[in-house]
T-cell receptor, first 114, second 114 residues
Framework: DTGVSQDPRHKITKRGQNVTFRCDPI?????LYWYRQTLGQGPEFLTY????????KSRLLSDRFSAERPKGSFSTLEIQRTEQGDSAMYLC????????????FGPGTRLTVT | AQSVTQLGSHVSVSEGALVLLRCNYS??????LFWYVQYPNQGLQLLLK??????LVKGINGFEAEFKKSETSFHLTKPSAHMSDAAEYFC????????????FGKGTKLSVKP
């Protein structure tokens, strides 16, 4: 059990650029969640996958946000045409239905849009 | 709809003193409740969880929490604070049904004075 990993840990981009973040869940976990955390707030749910199926995406913040999990393993979160308001920590978590609904979080990717 | 309220955005205690972090929830279904800790620039680490059964739940690092249905509370306590407990603490309720994403409170930052 190597834990959830996220890459990159930090990303600085200029407004209008596209960015993509990667999340590698714990290997046997079939569920993967994306959250966003802004300063002084708790994490806010964005979307989740069960295996490769994206079962909830209505909470994605706008149509500039999209996520994939093509083979049911790693996932990517893309933000197109970034805005300064997108600056936040993006957290990934994974879980297995056999582990009491515990979600294990990665270290996060901190995005700064200048 | 589920929601979480954490009373006190900042709590300061002396080393060796009791830690009490307050969490109240709102849920239309029997809740699954969690406490997570976040150290600076890191992801969230699960401290403890309540799903069913015993209402007093013990977690890591000497923390425990009691589920009180009548008070809709899930306060986190530790008998004796240590300097290493300084961090931000988040209470969360799991959304019911198969979706399972977490709804977080805004967090309480714990400071420990020597």
């Amino acid at each position: 059990d190597t834990g959830v990993s996220q890459d990159p840990r930090h990303k600085i981009t200029k407004r209008g650029q596209n960015v993509t973040f990667r999340c590698d869940p714990i290997s046997e976990h079939n569920r993967l969640y994306w959250y966003r955390q802004t300063l002084g707030q708790g994490p806010e749910f964005l979307t989740y996958f069960q295996n490769e199926a994206q079962l909830e995406k209505s909470r994605l913040l706008s149509d500039r946000f999209s996520a994939e999990r093509p083979k049911g393993s790693f996932s990517t979160l893309e933000i197109q045409r970034t805005e300064q308001g997108d600056s936040a920590m993006y957290l990934c978590a994974s879980s297995s239905s056999g582990r009491g609904y515990e979600q294990y979080f990665g270290p996060g990717t901190r995005l700064t849009v200048t | 709809a589920q929601s979480v309220t954490q009373l006190g955005s900042h709590v300061s205690v002396s080393e060796g003193a009791l830690v009490l972090l307050r969490c109240n929830y709102s849920s239309s279904v029997p809740p699954y409740l969690f406490w997570y800790v976040q150290y600076p620039n890191q992801g969230l680490q699960l401290l403890l969880k309540y799903t069913t059964g015993a209402t007093l739940v013990k977690g890591i690092n000497g923390f425990e929490a009691e589920f009180k249905k009548s008070e809709t509370s899930f306060h986190l306590t530790k008998p004796s604070a240590h300097m290493s407990d300084a961090a931000e603490y988040f209470c969360a309720v799991r959304l019911g049904g198969s979706q399972g994403n977490l709804i977080f409170g805004k967090g309480t930052k714990l400071s420990v004075k020597p």
